[in-house]
């Protein structure tokens, strides 16, 4: 398991906790749709490139002034 999907674990099991709350259910609802979309992208992207995508390898942009 990658860095990015714990982290994303983590925030579902938290996101899954609100829903039970009555006055953090409906905003914890549409987070987890996102969150939802979220984890599709990722999986979509792991099968298009052969590997999970690796946040580090992406470069910084340079300042543009």
Do not use: C, R, W
Request: no cysteine; net charge negative; aromatic share 4%.
């Amino acid at each position: 398991m990658s860095p990015l999907q714990s982290i994303l674990l983590i925030i579902q099991t938290a996101l899954t906790a609100l829903e039970a709350i009555p006055q953090t259910s409906a905003g914890a609802e549409i987070a987890q749709s996102f969150l939802s979309i979220l984890n599709a992208s990722l999986t979509a992207y792991k099968q298009a490139a052969g590997q999970p995508l690796d946040l580090t390898k992406i470069p910084l942009e340079t300042l543009v002034k």
